[in-house]
């Protein structure tokens, strides 16, 4: 069992923007009678929303022993699809609305039911350590998950706890969905506490967001660099929120000017301002930038997580010794995670990685041992925090659309979409905000007169230019 | 183009929808309409009529109407 919530019995462990609380009491009951429905281990698709059905589903599951793969609420049902037919999960714990025409319903509360697949009577053999199944960019549907183990959560739980010296006390917003593993780190570190989780689906954007966690005395959240650039754009630091304590910041690196700022607002108001690294392959966190340096230190991630060790690697292969030498960044820890699964047979593999993780992101660290993240080794984007494998959307693209020749480039919320064929690309561009759910407005389209190659065929992505025209 | 024409405008730019879509549209209802989109639509309107937006009526802009009477504060009238 990952918490013990007898710990807390009567502190109230969620409380949603409608009203409705539970006590740590109330959530181990409704956690007994969910599993006890799930009848034993097995694997369940938990379909992600930031309201109580699903917060329940989550905690009980992974407290009872029940492995749930988290994955967003709004899925595209085609790549839905493709995901249940290659792990034939026993379960799909979903709204209500979500329709399922050849499952039998077995449980429902919190406006979730769990329905019971005609897969439920195949054994999924499940290594004896798997908790929990993530997905590496949900977006793009690709049936590759990330398996994190029981040992993994804990050991994560605790180092953060640790460095954010989380108490019962503490009351965070949901700013994160549950399907993206900084949203389940909040989660799982403040149960861990016995501290209250303040439940909402809406986002920084919406008055029903603020007036909930002013109501509710809101004391810390959490963002991608998307939210604090939309809080920026919002001139957030003129809001009144007496119980704000504490804002972390993760999922990708904020633009400098925009550190500065907040650090610099937190300093000026008596709070913390904590920049933080991970990668769902780590359970969440591998580094953070204590607080108090958040203003000697910008641009950088920190140091290591209390437990793990960070470390980098040249290209022989071997540990840099000399501040400001760029090479790959490995980490060390028990929160490195047991691999990945491509497939249902997948979920019976043993620990791959022995706590050994190459991040496949580039970095530095200066005099002092702190880490700066420079680039990424591999061709992947950071959309609204969320990993997007430009190789797999090529892929997606090309599959579609496969008379057009195209290729994806771009930064961190800007993917660019090329293509010789000019007309093609305004649908390309709306057929893929549709399928990945990526907002419209961070995909460009430009049209080129050749997707520039090599002699051995490979796209030469540095000669293709993603500035606007 | 009146005022009318550059509200219409900017809903449409922003979350790439039809003209005659837009006046039905709520946040979160339509599937461009997401907190990317509000922000894209935020700064369309402050484009188009010359305004800086407070931090209270970017949060209160939930629907194509409810757009109108806030922008009315800016001394624009739809």
Known sequence: MLWKFERHQSNIAVE?????????????HEGRMLCQQADGRCLVFCLCRNVMGSFVGYVSFLNGGVVP????????AELFRNLYETYRPKYIWAPESFSMEDG????ERFGYRLTQTPFGDVETRLAPELALLLTTSGSTGSPKLVRQSYRNIRANTDSIVQYLHLQADERPVTTLPMHYTYGLSILNTHLDVGATVLLTDKSVTQKEFWTFFRARGGTSFGGVPYTYEMLDRMRFTH????ALRTMTQAGGKLM???????????????RQFIVMYGQCEATARMAYLPWEMSLQKIGSVGVAIPGGTLELIDENGGAIQTPHTVGELRYRGENVTLGYAENAADLALPDERGGVLD????????????YT?????????KMYGNRVNLDEIERMLKARFPDVECACAGSDDHLTLFATDAAALPEMRAWLAGKTGLNSSGISIKAVSEIPKNEAGKTLYKELDTNDD | MTNQEKYLNAFVAALEVAPGEAPTLTYGESKSWDSVGHMALVAALEDAFDIMMEMDDIIDLSSFDKGKEILRKYAVEI
């Open chain 1, 359 to 370: 991040t496949g992101d580039m970095a530095e660290f200066d005099e002092d041992g702190y």
């Open chain 1, 373 to 381: 993240i420079v680039g990424r080794k591999k061709r992947f984007l």
């Open chain 1, 69 to 76: 793969a988290m994955l967003p609420a709004d899925m595209d």
């Open chain 1, 16 to 28: 949603d923007e409608y009203g409705r609380q539970l006590t740590y009491a109330e959530l181990r």
């Open chain 1, 104 to 107: 039998c319903c077995r449980y």
């Open chain 1, 239 to 242: 809001m009144d929120l007496p």
């Open chain 1, 256 to 270: 400098p000017e925009l550190h500065r700022k907040y650090a610099e607002w937190c300093q000026k108001t008596g």
